[in-house]
Nanobody, 118 residues
Framework: QVQLVESGGGLVQAGGSLRLSCAAS????????MGWYRQAPGKQRELVAA?????????ADSVKGRFTISRDRDNAKNTVYLQMNSLKPEDTAVYYC??????????WGKGTLVTVSS
């Protein structure tokens, strides 16, 4: 089983930047992909960005060119980052870290709130 701990959320003005971090520990070696999802009030959770174990990345159209997902593997921990630039009020949401296993499904962090003021 994997434990996911997010950090880095907060309040920022439109046009600003934030970097989210997600530290994964536990059974990390068979993780197929990790990613960031977000859920705004009254909306469904949506994929923001993902990175596979092979390093391939995928982004939502709404964040392409503004957000960058990256990964840092270091022994027992696997940290995924989401660099968010040129933030917009519509980026306001709770951001969740996700770890996906082919044979064991999805695991989620508790979420971190990002608020972008206009």
């Amino acid at each position: 089983q994997v434990q996911l701990v997010e950090s880095g959320g907060g309040l920022v003005q439109a046009g600003g930047s934030l970097r989210l971090s997600c530290a994964a520990s536990g059974s990390i070696f068979s993780i197929n992909a990790m990613g960031w999802y977000r859920q705004a009030p009254g909306k469904q959770r949506e994929l923001v960005a993902a990175i596979t174990s092979g390093g391939s990345t995928n982004y939502a159209d709404s964040v392409k060119g503004r957000f960058t997902i990256s990964r840092d593997r270091d022994n027992a921990k696997n940290t995924v980052y989401l660099q968010m630039n040129s933030l917009k009020p519509e980026d306001t949401a709770v951001y969740y870290c996700n770890a996906h296993y082919i044979d064991d499904g999805d695991y989620w962090g508790k979420g971190t709130l990002v608020t972008v003021s206009s």
